[in-house]
DNA sequence: TACTTTCTTTAGAATCATTATAAACTATAA
DNA sequence: TTATAGTTTATAATGATTCTAAAGAAAGTA
């Protein structure tokens, strides 16, 4: 299981104790090819649907909050009854169907430099995030 | 009373019966020199305390939701855990200052212009969004 | 290995924003 | 006026998220 001594590792790195239920959910989130978009609720079905596990509601927040903290994982910026979760952590943007209420990635380099000309004094910049909203033509 | 004439006008256009209500409401979000940003308690605070009106909360939820439909107000895509709506209903961008937790306006001539070099077949864009994240320097 | 400490998980309760309900009320038009 | 359709309201319901406090598990130390 070289996956898991990996995830092991990662969770290690980060001073967060590699328990059975962090590296079940590393396993949905990480072991994967393509990255993707959830919500927490998402997640928890994925693990007692598909999976057929048993991990508290509870321990999903703390779960997906640590991660998001320790920066494997990145919070979506719209408005939306529901927190969205993206599992890819590079700069990038997004696309919003509102015909499907689905996310879709817009990545960096297919959007033409952004510059703000606009400066607040005493803050600066952390993130810049598009959000691009689609309909059905 | 030439304001209430110009809301009880513009409620009466859109559809809506210019009731007590909604003109309180109409007073409060425009009747001001500068757009602002406020959120549904917000309003109600506002309301409340310094008009010592009562206009109950599912009034406010319903009459703000109506202006939106109506394009008087707009919503801003931000994750919190309260809905921000907008008084400035032209197109522009935001700054959220994560120190304060305040939005603050950047015009859309304050941006160069926003190029999407990625098209998804089938669907039209309508709208581009930024949020700028701004933190104490 | 046994022990201790600290971190983690958990079920369930609590909170908070928002929406639904259904009855009372009101603007409008005939 | 009167009828109708639209509104307001208090309150209940919902749903996402956080809190709580007790039980369980990992890590460090002897």
Redesign the interface.
């Known amino acids: 299981m070289n996956i898991n001594i990996d995830f092991v590792n990662k969770l290690r790195t980060s001073g967060l104790r590699p328990t059975k239920q962090r590296l079940k959910i590393c396993e949905v989130l990480f072991n994967t090819e393509k990255t993707f978009h959830f919500t927490v609720n998402d997640l928890s079905k994925i693990i007692s649907e598909k999976l057929n596990q048993k991990i508290s509601l509870a321990t999903i927040y703390n779960t997906v909050h640590a991660f998001k903290k320790k920066g494997y994982l990145k919070?979506?910026?719209?408005?939306?009854d529901k927190?969205?979760f993206d599992t890819n952590t590079t700069h990038h943007h997004h696309?919003f169907?509102?015909?499907t209420m689905k996310l879709?990635d817009?990545?960096d380099d297919?959007?033409?430099?952004?510059?703000?000309?606009?400066a607040?004094p005493?803050?600066?910049?952390?993130?810049?995030?598009?959000?691009?909203?689609?309909?059905?033509?």
Do not use: A
Request: a neutral charge.
């Open positions: 919070e979506i910026s719209m408005n939306s927190t969205y696309f169907d509102s015909s879709i817009l990545s297919q959007v033409e430099k952004i510059k703000i000309n606009k607040l005493g803050k600066k910049i952390s993130s810049v995030e598009i959000l691009v909203k689609v309909e059905n033509e």
